[in-house]
T-cell receptor
Framework: KAGVTQTPRYLIKTRGQQVTLSCSPI?????VSWYQQTPGQGLQFLFE???????NKGNFPGRFSGRQFSNSRSEMNVSTLELGDSALYLC????????????FGPGTRLTVT | AQSVTQLDSQVPVFEEAPVELRCNYS??????LFWYVQYPNQGLQLLLK??????LVKGINGFEAEFNKSQTSFHLRKPSVHISDTAEYFC??????????FGGGTRLMVKP
């Protein structure tokens, strides 16, 4: 079975721009969660989608948004990028709830200059 | 609210020595506990999980962890480490839905 894939793997953007990251979960998994990883704040939960509905949202500003498609693929969008948005963005998929096993993708490394 | 504390940010150890990575959690309700490993430039990989039952949990790569409810701890152990175990290790608990709350991470540095 193919693992979780994330595209692109690396991205460089300029302050003020927007960016869209993509995540394809493992086949059959309906839940997709997004996490931000930075050296200062560690791993922080962004949001979770299950069957195209956002179920939980972390403590991030409205510039961070996401969606899930009917095939369970998910995208997250960050508008009006700030330097502090530079991070590794990780996506995780799981079959159901609670997620006894979440499978993580390799992440997208976003650098904002 | 649940929180997770990893008591050591870095743990240096010589190859073939035993290691323990410490994790404490705070929660007023039953929890599901996890240990993940992250190798450089990679995502997270699940090492082991505690859901219920036996308090000693065995995982991949020879790791094990013990759930101690009275001490609210879930320490990770390995009797003999290898150079290839050099990585960052994260303890985590499940919150609402599938939301993982992570500790700050422990960098395990195995020296030859």
């Amino acid at each position: 079975k193919a693992g979780v894939t994330q595209t692109p793997r690396y991205l460089i953007k300029t302050r003020g721009q927007q960016v869209t990251l993509s995540c394809s979960p493992i086949s059959g998994h309906r839940s997709v969660s997004w996490y931000q990883q930075t050296p200062g704040q560690g791993l922080q939960f962004l949001f979770e989608y299950f069957s195209e509905t956002q179920r939980n949202k972390g403590n991030f500003p409205g510039r961070f948004s996401g969606r899930q498609f009917s095939n369970s693929r998910s995208e997250m969008n960050v508008s009006t990028l700030e330097l502090g948005d530079s991070a590794l963005y990780l996506c995780a998929s799981s079959f159901g709830t609670p997620a006894y096993e979440q499978y993580f993708g390799p992440g997208t490394r976003l650098t904002v200059t | 609210a649940q929180s997770v504390t990893q008591l050591d940010s870095q743990v240096p150890v010589f190859e073939e020595a035993p290691v323990e990575l410490r994790c404490n959690y705070s929660s007023s309700v039953s929890v599901y506990l996890f240990w993940y490993v992250q190798y450089p430039n990679q995502g997270l990989q699940l090492l082991l999980k505690y859901l219920s039952g036996s308090t000693l949990v065995k995982g991949i790569n020879g790791f094990e962890a013990e759930f101690n409810k009275s001490q609210t701890s879930f320490h990770l152990r390995k009797p003999s480490v290898h150079i290839s175990d050099t990585a960052e290790y994260f303890c985590a608990v499940i919150r609402a839905g599938n939301m993982l709350t992570f500790g700050g991470g422990t960098r395990l540095m195995v020296k030859p």
